[in-house]
């Protein structure tokens, strides 16, 4: 570690200076492959251009003679735009027409689903007050309990069971 003195008038005292650090200039050769791609995009978007959009009487001045026909120009974006608006809809479609109905119980749970269970949640009184709980998923009946102010009939924790979430607020003043 080495010392400087500082160079502003009045102040004289040492400045540590951090140790060198080894740096190196080797650039990823993919970044070279990405640059040059991103110039040739630029080259072939001219070129492009010029190709539909230059009369045929320049480009036979210029030595341009064989290209192809301008119908390309417009078909070629026409088929690539809707290919894409085709692969839009047909995974929309795949989507829906893999999605269950709506009354299938696959909506709500799946054979991946980790349902938490009541044993093995510590009572609220064990816990320490940086506890964590696992990710689970919480079973319909405790989410429907909370949603609509039902008491739980088989609560998840002990500390729960001698309290039944009922209210006296109107269903139509709850939400809003």
Request: a negative charge; proline letters at 10%.
């Amino acid at each position: 570690m080495t010392h400087l003195v500082s160079r502003l008038p009045g102040i004289s005292y040492k400045v540590d200076r951090a140790p060198p650090i080894a740096m190196t200039n080797k650039t990823p050769i993919y970044e070279y492959y990405g640059f040059v791609m991103y110039l040739a995009s630029f080259v072939v978007v001219g070129l492009y251009i010029v190709w539909a959009y230059v009369p045929d009487h320049i480009l036979h001045g210029l030595g341009i003679t064989y290209y192809p026909s301008r119908y390309w120009a417009m078909a070629i974006p026409t088929w690539v735009m809707t290919f894409v608006w085709f692969i839009f809809f047909y995974f929309m479609t795949y989507n829906l027409m893999n999605t269950p109905p709506f009354d299938s119980l696959d909506c709500i749970t799946d054979e991946h689903a980790m349902i938490m269970e009541r044993s093995k949640i510590p009572p609220l009184e064990d816990r320490p007050l940086d506890y964590m709980p696992e990710l689970h998923d919480i079973p319909i009946t405790v989410v429907n309990a909370y949603l609509y102010q039902e008491p739980i009939i088989a609560p998840l924790t002990p500390s729960l069971s001698s309290h039944h979430r009922t209210s006296s607020v109107s269903s139509s003043s709850k939400f809003g």
